[in-house]
């Protein structure tokens, strides 16, 4: 019997290479450890470095802000990976919190916040099963689409 393939393994299989650290906006740390909680400061959608901008109902449709939201969880993975060292100690990601810039009517934000919640799903198998809030919001700093925090359990 072959061992489960590793997080890494998936990664490279969909193409995917983690960013660096980001370096934080304002008055706060990308991440906090507490026992075996490690919580992640949000992360706006960037698209080629930038500001990923725009309001979904407006200028933004659904599909595409599932891609910022996906896009989110790639930058979310290189932060976790920092802090932790290995993302195969995850044990389990617990919570994802999005925030999705939107007009009033704009009802979408749960579809948006799949584009994390799959990649997430994808990339841990079961243990990336997490509860979940996705919220509309009048904007988000500098103008992004969406932000996303996440908390995952380690090892």
């Known amino acids: 019997m072959s061992a489960s393939p ?12 983690l960013p660096p650290l980001a370096i934080p906006a304002a008055a706060y740390v990308p991440f906090v450890r507490s026992g075996n909680l490690v919580f992640l400061s949000g992360h706006i959608a960037k698209r080629d470095g930038k500001p990923w901008v725009g309001q979904l109902g407006l200028d933004v449709d659904t599909a595409t802000g599932k891609q910022a939201a996906r896009a989110v969880a790639i930058d979310l993975l290189g932060t976790l990976h920092a802090a932790i060292g290995d993302l195969n100690k995850v044990e389990r990601i617990v919570k994802v919190m999005s925030l999705v810039n939107s007009t009033g009517s704009y009802v979408e934000q749960h579809l948006v916040t799949n584009g994390c919640s799959e990649l997430l799903g994808l990339v841990f198998g079961e243990k990336g099963l997490h509860a979940r809030s996705a919220f509309g919001v009048a904007q988000i700093p500098m103008g992004a689409c969406v932000e996303i925090e996440l908390i995952a359990q380690v090892a």
Do not use: T
């Open 6 to 17: 590793s997080v890494y393994d998936r990664l490279k299989e969909m193409g995917i290479e």
